[in-house]
Structures are given as structure tokens and as C-alpha cells.
């Protein structure tokens, strides 16, 4: 079945460096492809998300491109904050009318 | 913005109760779902449901049930809590059948049982 695997944390970070968060997946068809972020003690939000092979989606400064050859959805930042830290999932959808099928999160510190 | 209202933020219930989580969405989803978080294991889908009265069993449904009686509206069951159900719930809703669009969850609720 369709599956996503992202690199263990936790990952742990200065402020301003630069930031990878590896994500590969497993899936028959052509799934969309998303990032979500959950900051302490709070709820799952959509960081960005791409819908086709070669798509680049963007928010806040991260970014992720859709590789269809590598099967791959790696999550970027240029100059990470205090403020980034936090858990961030890949995930990927499913048939229509289905579940997201996600990864097990990876946690990003980031220390002044 | 699509908001996603889950009932209780914390939850502390007895072995052997029956618990019901309560999750309301205001954008007229089609699509809802629960999941339990759990340090990793990420998230794992119990239920979902993709209309009135619909229910679909997700990657861990035993000893959970679900009730959706309007369309706002996705309550999650544990007919008889059991210490392995500590744990954060969340849930989210999507609109139907386009595979590109993001679920939106609530906030979460974390629940204990003791």
C-alpha cells in the first residue's frame, strides 16, 4: 500500500542554519504531496502542498518540490527561526474521499 | 477559514467508562476523520466518515466507535476505556472527492485514562 517515510529526529538547529527535512513515498497513481507543521500543544496546519510532478510548493520561507523520478518531497528552509520548532509531517492523499496517509513527524528544535 | 472545533483541549476519564470526543467543522465537509497521535507512531487513522450516517474503519478501529448523525458533526465513541487509549486525538475534515485538497484539523484533544 501507499506509505511515507521521513527522516528520524529530533532535528536540532541554530537559529539562521539551513534546514532539510527528508521526506520519500510509496504510492500507485499520483498522489498530491503535503507538509504539515503542529507547534506545541496545538493542532496539525498546512504548511505548503503540491499537486503534480515537478510542483513546487512554498510557505513561510519553506519549500518543497515534488520529485516523481526520486519519489521524494524533501522539506527545505534557507534560515530556520526560534519560531520554526516544532513537529512537521509528510503526508500524502490517498484514493478520493479517503485519508491522508502520513509520516511519523519529525521534530525540529531550533536554539538562539 | 475552515474552522475545526474539537470539545474538550484535556480529558482525564476512569478505566471503564465510555468517553465521547466531540469534533465540529463549519464548512460543509463531506469528509471526516479521527486519529490518535502518539510519540512515534505519528498519526494513525481510527475513523473516518464521508457522509451522514457513513463510517469507514481507518488502521485501528478496535475498541472505538463513531457516530455522525449530521453532517457537522463527528463524535468519536471508546465504549470502555482502557488505559492504552491515553493519548492526543485529533480530528479533521476535508471536502469530498478531490484528492488535492489538505484536511484541516482542530486543535486536539489530550486524554488520559487512569
Known amino acids: 500500500g501507499d506509505s511515507v517515510t521521513q527522516m528520524e529526529g529530533p532535528v536540532t538547529l541554530s537559529e539562521e542554519a539551513f534546514l532539510t527535512i527528508n521526506c520519500t513515498y510509496t504510492a500507485t497513481g499520483y498522489p498530491s504531496l503535503f507538509w504539515y507543521v503542529q507547534y506545541p500543544g496545538e493542532g496539525l496546519q498546512l504548511l505548503l502542498k503540491?499537486?503534480?510532478?515537478?510542483d513546487k510548493g512554498s510557505n513561510k520561507g519553506f519549500e518543497a518540490t515534488y520529485r516523481k523520478e526520486t519519489t521524494s518531497f524533501h522539506l527545505e528552509k534557507g534560515s530556520v527561526q526560534v519560531s520554526d520548532s516544532a513537529v512537521y509531517f509528510c503526508?500524502?492523499?490517498?484514493?478520493?474521499?479517503?485519508?491522508?496517509?502520513f509520516g511519523k513527524g519529525t521534530t525540529l528544535s531550533v536554539s538562539s | 477559514d475552515v474552522k475545526v472545533t474539537q470539545s474538550s483541549r484535556y480529558l482525564v476519564k476512569r478505566t471503564g467508562e465510555k468517553v465521547f470526543l466531540e469534533c465540529v467543522q463549519d464548512m460543509d465537509h463531506e469528509n471526516m476523520f479521527w486519529y490518535r497521535q502518539d510519540p512515534g507512531l505519528g498519526l494513525r487513522l481510527i475513523y473516518f466518515s464521508y457522509d451522514v450516517k457513513m463510517k469507514e474503519k481507518g488502521d485501528i478501529p478496535e475498541g472505538y466507535s463513531v457516530s455522525r448523525e449530521k453532517k457537522e458533526r463527528f463524535s468519536l465513541i471508546l465504549e470502555s476505556a482502557s488505559t492504552n487509549q491515553t493519548s492526543m486525538y485529533l480530528c479533521a475534515s476535508t471536502i469530498e472527492d478531490l484528492t488535492d485538497q489538505p484536511q484541516h484539523f482542530g486543535d486536539g484533544t489530550r486524554l488520559s485514562i487512569l
Open positions: 503540491a499537486t503534480k510532478a515537478d
Open positions: 503526508a500524502l492523499s490517498g484514493e478520493a474521499g479517503t485519508a491522508l496517509i
